[in-house]
């Protein structure tokens, strides 16, 4: 996983507290339900509100 601030241009989809029992588990299983809809879908650990980040990059529309 990368850090958020090297994708500080993305979107955020959707945010997964890292205090889950399940870790990056459900955050995970996310962003692979959208790379599989066809969205370049990553998870980034978002420290500063201890968080997971399903991202998906900017584009010039959004």
């Known amino acids: 996983m990368l850090e958020v601030d090297a994708f500080m ?4 989809l959707e945010r997964f507290p890292a205090g889950s029992p399940r870790g990056s588990w459900p955050a995970e299983e996310y962003a692979a339900a959208r790379r599989a809809a066809g969205e370049p879908a990553t ?9 997971f980040l399903v991202i998906v ?3 010039d529309e959004d």
Not at 9 to 12: C, E, F
């Open 43 to 51: 998870v980034v650990m978002d420290l500063k509100s201890d968080a």
């Open 9 to 12: 241009g993305a979107k955020v």
């Open 57 to 59: 990059p900017r584009r």
